[in-house]
């Protein structure tokens, strides 16, 4: 959305595009000068773009409020948020899809491709809420909880030089995913979810960038996770290790 | 969780936009047994669905002067708790009296909500803090509701997953240029997949539009008319999860006056204006200052939280074109059959309501489509439990 | 062309975008960790330059004391005394964050692992002055 107020600045802002059929290795880019003002966000360029210059630009948003998680894409090479990236200064700008993911049109990416890395942590397990400790619970509410802080939006994933060469790699948000299961079990036993990521191409493919925690947008640090994962999955070889063949 | 689908039937409904009206609708066709092709232009809940700060409403807001959308909305919690387990953070809410002024509004208050269905519980000055140490610690009491929080995107999502799942053609990216009439008579959709620029006409037997605040833009498309109006309103997202519960001002309604944890968020709305067109709403800074003001009046906290973002969101309201501010338009539903109202037939809008009543909607509307078409199929979706969100996310 | 209803078509999508291992190298858009991540490569790589650089050198003797001193002329060049300080500060940056990736790959103090990145090359670059000094001073 513009602003109402009067400090507009035209910028240029110089966005990838692709079609179905056009060669994804060489994108074309577009070129579209745009009014925006001082709190204008780069989701409100592009939107300004579709809606009075070219309606067959495409992007995924949805909330405005770094909560859905949609709007991922690299803005001058770095990864965020549309929707809470401010224009930034200058005369131009450049946008892009995410990395490491299939481009479907334009800015759209394939989030099926990011959820398939999930199913090695388990879709069924991933989970929506985490229990809060330590507020007070009012009557008739059973316990306190909360989302998760992921917000699924791909931005580790497009960030990881790991997998940036290879595809096989799980990713960070799958790994961090899996370890919310292991730190809060609720009764389930974590054991299978720690042998299924103490593997080559899961935690241990990790060669800590840490670009994932860095640019995650919802204070998620998935490389902490892949961390205490890493800690978890030694501990249990470890153990495996030393039970002499018992009943492990 | 196996799905009891009733025999398939002959008919093809397209449903033109991707919001949650239109998921949810989708979900309950596929159930009785239509065939459902959804076409929105951009990504789904990408209209005002997506945008709105996540609350599950226990209709308490309502409850004085709205008596009508406050039942709606207890009786959807419920129903919505039932079909998406686990896309609620079930903490509650709070109605909180700053001033004197709110606390004389109490039993007025109080009382609608019972007669309302609602559940509602008294809460002292002392608890309420304790429950919620953020809260201004001038408050004289507090009203506990069975608010709830939702994300805004992911629970319309699980309607998506499971009418994909059940066969119905989900088709964002997509726009609808132009609705085939023949003889005041609606034959289906031209519409071009942005994807690729290719253009396709779509024979149904039935068109309904579900487009929210652009309602009016589809609705002329077959030379009818809908008595819509955009009515945006101003969001405020601050750093910091000030509450688990949702705080609400407790007087009639404000701006500002309701404050929602998103994650590690704080979201504060609303204000309300009315406009001609959807796509230009602007975010006018003065109405910022204010969700920061009336916030803080329950959440002191709020005055000085980084901002994380400031937008609009346009609600749909049914009523007069002639409304001023948008509070006085109705805020339930209403499916609107063309073919009484415009003499135009296999053509419906439905539109009004809100993110909660999406379900509610989409019942109301497949029961006017089955009347329309001569099936008698009943709604399955007070049962159903809808799949993960994740699920939308399949070839 | 009309159809009866529209198909259950998924949009086909391109490959994945990937920077490839050439990526690794890409500074563009990195933040500290990924600087730190391409520095350790490229010290890594040029540590094992220097292990065959070495070994090389080191064969000189099996050619008898002139091949050698003649070596010795050149490695007392201020040339090859500064290759000396980028020696020294590569083994410095490559060890001491060596240290940071043990010990926060295995979990432990991962949640302070950026100040212990910041305070590790501190060091180095302390001691890697300290040797430039004593390197040229000497």
Request: charged share 25%; glycine share 10%.
């Amino acid at each position: 959305m513009t602003d109402t107020a009067t400090e507009l600045r035209t910028t240029r802002v110089v966005v990838s595009r692709r079609k179905e059929g056009d060669d994804p290795a060489t994108p074309r880019h577009d070129t579209y000068d745009v009014a925006v003002g001082p709190s204008s966000t780069i989701l409100d360029a592009l939107v300004t773009i579709r809606r009075g210059q070219d309606a067959t630009l495409t992007f995924r948003h949805s909330c405005f409020h770094a909560s859905c998680g949609t709007c991922g894409m690299r803005v001058n090479g770095r990864e965020g948020l549309a929707c809470v990236t401010p224009v930034p200064d200058g005369d131009e700008v450049v946008v892009e899809p995410l990395a490491n993911l299939p481009v479907i049109s334009d800015l759209v990416v394939d989030m099926n491709v990011f959820y398939d890395e999930f199913d090695e942590a388990g879709r069924p397990l991933m989970r929506t809420s985490e229990l809060v400790s330590g507020g007070g619970i009012a009557e008739g509410i059973e316990e306190l909880v909360r989302f998760e802080d992921c917000i699924e939006c791909g931005i580790c994933l497009s960030a990881c030089p790991v997998a940036g060469s290879d595809p096989r790699y799980v990713g960070p948000a799958a790994l961090a995913a899996a370890w919310r299961v292991v730190e809060e079990p609720r009764g389930a036993d974590p054991g299978p979810v720690i042998r299924l990521m103490d593997d080559e191409q899961a935690a241990w493919r990790c060669h800590l960038a840490w670009e994932c925690s860095e640019a995650c947008p919802s204070g998620v640090d998935p490389a902490g996770a892949i961390m205490r994962l890493r800690r978890a999955a030694a501990a249990a070889r470890v153990r495996r290790l030393f039970s002499f063949g018992g009943n492990r | 969780m196996t799905i009891e689908r009733p025999d398939p039937q002959p008919y093809h409904v397209v449903i033109v936009g991707g919001g949650g009206t239109g998921g949810a609708l989708a979900h309950d066709l596929v159930l009785r047994g239509f065939r459902v092709t959804l076409f929105e232009r951009s990504e789904v809940t990408s209209g005002t669905t997506g945008r709105h700060h996540g609350l599950l409403h226990s209709g308490a807001r309502y409850a004085v002067k709205d008596r009508e959308s406050a039942v709606e909305c207890i009786e959807e919690l419920q129903i919505l708790s039932r079909i998406c387990p686990g896309t609620f953070e079930c903490n509650g809410g709070l109605f909180v009296a700053v001033t004197d002024e709110d606390a004389a509004y109490e039993p007025l208050f109080f009382e609608s909500c019972l007669a309302s269905g609602i559940p509602v519980r008294r809460v002292s000055r002392g608890e309420a803090l304790r429950l919620e140490p953020h809260l201004n610690p001038d408050l004289k009491m507090a009203v506990q509701v069975p608010d709830a929080t939702m994300d805004a995107m992911r629970m319309p999502l699980r309607f998506f997953a499971t009418a994909k799942a059940g066969g119905a053609v989900i088709r964002p990216w997509t726009t609808v240029t132009e609705l085939l009439v023949e003889d005041r008579l609606v034959t289906g959709v031209r519409v071009r997949d942005l994807t690729s620029g290719a253009e396709e006409e779509v024979r149904a037997d039935l068109v309904v539009n579900a487009t929210g605040p652009w309602a009016e833009q589809i609705a002329v498309m077959a030379g009818c008319d809908v008595p819509i109006r955009p009515s945006p309103g101003v969001l405020l997202a601050v750093r910091g999860r000030w509450s688990n519960m949702v705080i609400n001002r407790l007087h009639a309604s404000g701006d500002g006056d309701i404050v929602v944890p998103q994650r590690g968020l704080s979201v504060v709305g609303t204000s309300s204006w009315v406009v001609d067109d959807p796509e230009d709403l602007g975010v006018p800074e003065d109405h910022v200052e204010r969700m920061y003001a009336e916030g803080a009046k329950m959440i002191p906290a709020i005055r000085h939280a980084e901002r994380r973002a400031a937008w609009s969101a346009a609600r749909p309201l049914i009523g007069s074109k002639d409304a001023e501010s948008g509070r006085e338009l109705s805020r339930t539903f209403k499916c609107f059959d063309h073919r009484e109202t415009d003499g135009v037939e296999g053509f419906v809008t439905i539109s009004g309501g809100k993110g909660t009543t999406l379900r509610a909607m989409a019942e109301t509307t497949a029961d006017v489509i089955c009347r329309k078409v001569g099936v008698d199929a009943p709604c399955q979706t007070r049962e159903v439990v809808t799949l993960p969100h994740t699920a939308y996310y399949v070839a | 062309m009309a159809m009866s209803s529209a198909e259950p078509r998924r949009p086909a999508s391109g490959p994945a975008r990937r920077r490839g291992v050439v990526g690794w190298f890409d500074p563009r858009g990195r933040r500290l960790g990924g600087l730190a991540f391409i520095v350790n490569r490229l010290t890594g790589l040029g540590l094992v330059l220097y292990l065959y650089l070495h070994l090389g050198i080191l064969s000189l003797l099996v050619q008898g004391p002139g091949a050698w001193d003649t070596f010795v002329d050149i490695a007392l060049s201020p040339p090859f005394l500064l290759l000396d300080v980028v020696l020294l500060t590569g083994m410095l940056i490559h060890g001491l964050n060596g240290i940071r990736v043990g010990l926060v790959g295995l979990g432990f103090v991962a949640s302070r692992q950026r100040a212990l990145l910041i305070s590790l090359m501190v060091v180095a670059a302390v001691v890697a002055l300290v040797g430039a000094i004593r390197i040229f001073g000497d």
